[in-house]
């Protein structure tokens, strides 16, 4: 198992810390590789993995939160970069990623540079988000390009594609000069897998094999997960 958030991961770093949320629904080498490739193109010194407990902008998951975030544990364990933090999965509230990161703001302090990991789709939809525009005040914003959902101002919505002209940092070294505020692309290895992908293959009985961890492939199988979507 990797280190919870209360060990290793509430040290505060002198290089940038990477914030990872998500649904992992489950969790797949898409996911993992968004989180290995940004500790080398953007100079982190960790990320974060942390769950969502009840995401705010899709339905209820198939399965239970804490399943999910066990998910999570096996396929990052043996990553002394990884740590995961249990906090949102435990919370009776919708995970808000704004509350989130005023949190780790409190626990971290003013000073630490933290990026926010999203994946271009999900960056697309951030103007919808709860407060989305207090979050540069709160960290970094770094969009990894994903399949399908190009990363271009003419394509975001006018309030976001604002944001991202006034916001956007070229040289990705300054990241750790500032707390926040900025906003970053980068080019990470394709892969056109999605969660709801491996859920259909395993409701219709197919292999899901090769898309994630086979630690997280046998949990699945024990646990009899998303066999009826
Ligand atoms: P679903 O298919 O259920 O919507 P998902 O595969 O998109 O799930 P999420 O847990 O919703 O996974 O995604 C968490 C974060 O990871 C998001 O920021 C998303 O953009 C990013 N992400 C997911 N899959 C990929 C991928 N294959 N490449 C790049 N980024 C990804």
Redesign the pocket.
């Known amino acids: 198992m990797p280190p919870t958030a209360t060990s290793s991961a509430s040290q505060k770093l002198s290089e940038p810390l990477g914030i990872f949320g998500?649904?992992?629904?489950p969790v797949?080498f898409?996911?993992l590789r968004?989180a290995e490739e940004s500790i080398g193109h953007l100079g982190l010194g960790a990320v974060r993995w942390i769950p969502a407990g009840q995401p705010p902008h899709r339905g209820r998951p198939q399965v239970t939160a804490g399943q999910r975030l066990a998910m999570v544990a096996q396929a990052t364990a043996g990553n002394d970069r990884f740590t995961v933090d249990a906090s949102e999965v435990e919370a009776p509230v919708p995970s808000y990623t704004v509350n989130t990161l005023e949190r780790l703001r409190r626990e971290l302090g003013a000073e630490q540079s933290l990026v926010l990991l999203?994946?271009?789709?999900?960056f697309a939809g951030l103007a919808s988000w709860h407060r989305w525009s207090d979050i540069f005040a709160l960290a970094h914003v770094a969009v990894?390009h994903?399949p399908g959902f190009p990363v271009e101002i003419g394509s975001l919505p006018p309030a976001l594609a604002t944001a991202f002209g006034a916001r956007r940092l070229s040289d990705i070294g300054r990241l750790k000069a500032s707390p926040a505020g900025a906003i970053v692309t980068f080019a990470?290895t394709q892969?056109?897998?999605?969660?709801?992908q491996i859920r259909k293959l395993l409701a219709n009985d197919l292999s899901a094999r090769y898309l994630l961890p086979d630690a997280v492939l046998d949990y699945i199988q024990t646990h009899s997960l998303y066999r009826n979507s």
């Open positions: 998500g649904t992992f629904d797949h898409g996911h968004l999203v994946g271009a789709d999900a990894s994903r990470m892969l056109a897998i999605s969660a709801t």
